[in-house]
């Protein structure tokens, strides 16, 4: 049973705008959220992270976003730029180092 | 420094084949993981290593499945005898510590085709 959960399996933005991608997990126990970028033909590249005890970070244009609660997370990109299309993983873990995926967002910047 | 290697990058193989796949860290990580991607599908876990011990190898699908990290440096995963569902990306990441915020660092991956 599929722990990360990204239920959008693509999303269109226009250059500028905001992207929000979105991701739910099931295991209260996480500790620590990341999120991952990949473009064709490469292996995942690490984009942002957030520990349970914080509900924000931010890094430039990106921010993510942990709702505990909700056992939900997100990633805000802002402004969008055609640089940005890629797919876009989300991960957890618990103690351990081993990280569960989910399936990725196809982020499409339109120009 | 140089990143995480993989090589081949890709491999076309029959079933029934062979084929073995190896993984060069990042110099100085003791942490060595090997993770799969199913076409369209979550990347998926498989095993991971410490030094040269399996410190958890409990997303390894079968025993058509052997991964080896001899000497503590580069890895190999050898898949004999192959099969149609083992095709996929196979990606191999290293990282410096255990917990902590210390993210995997992915090399490029090995499509793996079996026909």
């Known amino acids: 049973d599929q722990q990360v959960k990204q239920n959008s399996p693509s999303l269109s933005v226009q250059e500028g705008r905001i992207s929000i991608l979105n991701c739910d997990y099931t295991?209260?126990?996480?500790?620590?959220f990341l999120w991952y970028k990949k473009y064709p033909a490469e292996g995942p590249t690490f984009l942002i992270s957030?520990?349970?005890?914080?509900d924000k970070n931010e890094d430039g244009r990106f921010t993510v976003f942990l709702n505990k609660s909700a056992k939900h997370l997100s990633l805000h990109i802002v402004p969008s730029q055609p640089g940005d299309s890629a797919v876009y993983f989300c991960?957890?873990?618990?103690?351990?180092?081993?990280?569960?995926f989910g399936t990725g967002t196809r982020l499409t910047v339109i120009p | 420094e140089a990143g995480v290697t993989q090589f081949p990058s890709h491999s076309v193989i029959e079933k029934g084949q062979t084929v073995t796949l190896r993984c060069d860290p990042i110099?100085?990580?003791?942490?060595l993981y090997w993770y799969r991607r199913v076409m369209g599908k979550e990347i998926k876990f498989l095993l991971h290593?410490?030094?040269?011990?399996?410190?958890?190898e409990s997303g390894m699908p079968n025993n058509r499945f052997l991964a080896e990290r001899t000497g503590g440096t580069y890895s190999t995963l050898k898949v004999q005898p192959a099969e149609l569902e083992d095709s996929g990306v196979y990606f191999c990441?290293?990282?410096?510590?255990?917990?902590?915020?210390?993210?995997?660092?992915f090399g490029n991956g090995t499509r793996l085709t079996v026909t």
């Open positions: 110099s100085g990580h003791d942490n």
């Open positions: 957030i520990s349970s005890i914080k």
């Open positions: 990441a290293s990282s410096q510590a255990l917990g902590g915020y210390s993210p995997l660092h």
């Open positions: 290593f410490v030094k040269e011990s399996k410190q958890d």
């Open positions: 991960a957890t873990r618990t103690g351990a180092n081993n990280l569960f």
């Open positions: 295991n209260s126990m996480f500790d620590y």
